[in-house]
């Protein structure tokens, strides 16, 4: 099942139902990949908060037409920094954060006044598809769901000096430089912080055990050093590796 924030999957079934005449609990739970008992509740607390569905558990449920969630009130710049920062996200991250980003997009077009959705839609900030990015040989979503959860995560890694070792690192932050994605975490190997390339990566694989914040090890500790990322960043020593 998806991991799905409550706010957001009563946002997605409004969606859902205007997008349809009648809607079966059924659709939305398996859409939205929760149980229909999850559903049924959802529903009728949407009817408690005001907003205008009719229909019962097992025939369908019909949202009045002319409902509409109140406008998002955007300036233009704000528009932009959206839009932006979503179409360098669907340019330069995994497959998984492009989706999200595209699917951000999408909802608050969804929501805001017309104009402000033709601005949007128009607006000329480009993020370049065509660009060079040093390759990765593992699943990001993979890493930042390490990061999202507290897991350890296992490789075996080649240093700038061609040095081959086997890391067990808890991940505290990743961070891009042109053409390279770089991982901050406390290395388990040197008890200590180090940074990472990810594209000289192997094997990498996730620690299901979750690691517990401990003082001197955090990602708050790790940006207390002075140029910890600049000394970490392609063509640098330092921390690396």
Known sequence: ???????????????????????????????????????????????????????????????????????????EQEIEALVLG??????????????????????????????????MANTALLAPTSHYMEPIGFDLAELRRALRNQLKVHFAYRNVYGLDSVRTVRPLSLAYFGPVWMLAAWCELRNDFRTFRLDR??????????????????LHDFLKRPQTWTRGAPGAAGLTG
């Open 201 to 218: 990566i192997e094997n990498f694989g996730l620690r299901e055990d979750r690691f517990r914040q401990e003082p001197g090890k955090t």
């Open 1 to 75: 099942m998806r991991n799905v924030r409550r706010a957001d999957r009563l946002f997605e079934i409004i969606q859902f139902m205007r997008r349809k005449d009648v809607v079966r609990a059924r659709d939305l739970s398996e859409a939205l990949e929760v149980s229909e008992r999850t559903i049924y509740r959802d529903i009728q607390d949407l009817i408690t908060s005001g907003v205008p569905i009719e229909g019962e558990a097992g025939i369908g449920y019909v949202l009045k037409a002319g409902f509409d969630l109140p406008p998002l009130m955007f300036k």
């Open 86 to 119: 979503a179409r360098i996200i669907e340019s330069w991250a995994d497959a998984e954060l492009a989706t999200a980003a595209t699917d951000v997009i999408a909802k608050i077009e969804a929501v805001i006044p017309d104009r402000l959705r033709g601005y």
